[in-house]
């Protein structure tokens, strides 16, 4: 079938204005078809019945063969029918490959099949009973655990990934999305809340994205979870947003990701290092609380040394013993109190508390 390459219209599940064309790949395609002697028909197209066909994927090819030789020029296509559920696939696989390492490419395609998802167009899986509510998402949304939850428009990273067809470490999705959709579906989730906008992403790598999702994220639950800096919680997280992907836009070649991230959150947002499970590290303390003068406790070994020969020890050394084991008494005695009493204490004030025990 011969067309106009006017009368191609886009994959209307393709967004160009936010995932456009890309120029450098339009030049490789422009010298591949002088070389080659034209357009290759290869190019996948659904008609709609007014002379005119929607292309499943190959934007880039339509766009490189406009520039080469016009809009009036008649290319040979591959008609099919093609419903829309195969469209987003049929696009979402040619992406895959032909965008493989940007961030913007999947997480066009994760918004273009939630929308279509929520408007009935396309069918998703029924996600596996057992899945945490805030492993879920209502579409159109994108913010996970949001709304009553309506089972026809209910959706996860994995049954949206089992959908687009991809798959991770080249075997079925199964229980576990491809790495992309999660960074994709995290993007689009600190969009949908105002944090981070859309155009933060085009230039990214998935990798980038991933680690600028990531550290985000962090700042805001970090200082959700603070009552003093709670307030602050959406606006730094912009913050410290905005400056990473300005970082990774204007600075390719400094180190990894992560480690360009880090220093960039050290200087826009110092947040505390986190800090262990509190019910391990108890666990721990205490077992190292019980054993200290315990019987083979280093410092027990001395002092029942010196107990041995405690007749022949002069006074002096006597009672200096003497008090730094009433000292450690006290001191023990006072954090027990303070931890009986469950107000915490600063630093500053409970050196001094131990000091004068």
Same mark, same amino acid.
């Given at each position: 079938?011969?067309?106009?390459? %006017?009368?191609?219209?886009?994959?209307?599940?393709?967004?160009?204005?936010?995932?456009?064309?890309?120029?450098?790949?339009?030049?490789?395609?422009?010298?591949?078809?002088? @070389?080659?002697?034209?357009?290759?028909?290869?190019? +996948?197209?659904?008609?709609?019945?007014? /002379?005119?066909?929607?292309?499943?994927?190959?934007?880039?090819?339509?766009?490189?063969?406009?520039?080469?030789?016009?809009?009036?020029?008649?290319? %040979?296509?591959?008609?099919?029918?093609?419903?829309?559920?195969?469209?987003?696939?049929?696009?979402?696989?040619?992406?895959?490959?032909?965008?493989?390492?940007?961030?913007?490419?999947?997480?066009?395609?994760?918004?273009?099949?939630?929308?279509?998802?929520?408007?009935?167009?396309? %069918?998703?899986?029924?996600?596996?009973?057992?899945?945490? @509510?805030?492993?879920?998402?209502?579409?159109?949304?994108?913010?996970? /655990? &949001?709304?009553?939850?309506?089972?026809?428009?209910?959706?996860? @990273? $994995?049954?949206?990934?089992?959908?687009?067809?991809?798959?991770?470490?080249?075997?079925?999705?199964?229980?576990?999305?491809?790495?992309?959709?999660?960074?994709?579906?995290?993007?689009?989730?600190?969009?949908?809340? /105002?944090?981070?906008?859309?155009?933060?992403?085009?230039?990214?790598? +998935?990798?980038?994205?991933?680690?600028?999702?990531?550290?985000?994220?962090?700042?805001? =639950?970090?200082?959700?979870?603070?009552?003093?800096?709670?307030?602050?919680?959406?606006? =730094?997280?912009? %913050?410290?947003? *905005?400056?990473?992907?300005?970082?990774?836009? $204007? *600075?390719?070649?400094?180190?990894?990701?992560?480690?360009?991230?880090?220093?960039?959150?050290?200087?826009?947002?110092?947040?505390?290092?986190?800090?262990?499970?509190?019910?391990?590290?108890?666990?721990?303390?205490?077992?190292?609380?019980?054993?200290?003068?315990?019987?083979?406790?280093?410092? +027990?070994?001395?002092?029942?040394?010196?107990?041995? +020969?405690?007749?022949?020890?002069?006074?002096?050394?006597?009672?200096?013993?003497?008090?730094?084991?009433?000292?450690? @008494?006290?001191?023990? =005695?006072?954090?027990?109190?303070?931890? &009986?009493?469950?107000?915490?204490?600063?630093?500053?004030?409970?050196?001094?508390?131990?000091?004068?025990?």
């Amino acid at each position: 079938m011969k067309i106009k390459l %006017e009368d191609i219209k886009p994959n209307p599940f393709r967004d160009l204005d936010a995932f456009p064309v890309q120029p450098a790949k339009i030049e490789a395609l422009r010298e591949s078809y002088r @070389a080659t002697g034209g357009v290759w028909p290869n190019i +996948v197209v659904r008609p709609t019945g007014n /002379g005119k066909v929607e292309q499943a994927y190959g934007h880039n090819r339509t766009a490189a063969a406009i520039e080469e030789f016009g809009r009036k020029f008649e290319i %040979e296509v591959v008609p099919r029918k093609l419903d829309d559920s195969a469209m987003l696939k049929m696009m979402a696989h040619d992406n895959l490959e032909e965008y493989g390492t940007t961030a913007i490419a999947p997480i066009e395609m994760c918004k273009a099949a939630v929308e279509a998802f929520a408007k009935g167009l396309v %069918e998703f899986e029924t996600a596996r009973s057992g899945i945490r @509510a805030n492993d879920m998402y209502l579409a159109p949304s994108f913010i996970r /655990g &949001k709304g009553d939850f309506d089972p026809a428009k209910t959706y996860t @990273a $994995t049954t949206l990934s089992n959908f687009l067809g991809w798959k991770r470490g080249g075997k079925p999705t199964g229980g576990t999305a491809h790495e992309k959709v999660y960074m994709a579906l995290g993007a689009l989730e600190l969009i949908e809340k /105002g944090i981070l906008k859309e155009k933060q992403f085009v230039g990214l790598s +998935v990798t980038q994205a991933g680690v600028l999702v990531d550290e985000t994220n962090s700042t805001l =639950k970090w200082r959700e979870r603070s009552v003093t800096h709670k307030a602050t919680a959406t606006t =730094k997280a912009r %913050e410290v947003g *905005q400056a990473i992907a300005k970082t990774f836009r $204007t *600075q390719k070649d400094r180190g990894a990701a992560a480690a360009r991230a880090s220093r960039v959150v050290d200087k826009v947002d110092r947040r505390p290092k986190p800090k262990p499970w509190v019910k391990d590290f108890i666990r721990d303390v205490s077992v190292d609380i019980f054993a200290m003068l315990q019987e083979k406790d280093p410092i +027990v070994t001395k002092i029942l040394e010196i107990v041995a +020969v405690i007749d022949d020890v002069e006074k002096d050394d006597r009672d200096e013993l003497h008090l730094n084991l009433l000292s450690l @008494a006290a001191r023990a =005695k006072a954090l027990a109190q303070i931890v &009986k009493s469950g107000k915490g204490v600063a630093k500053r004030d409970l050196h001094s508390l131990l000091l004068h025990a």
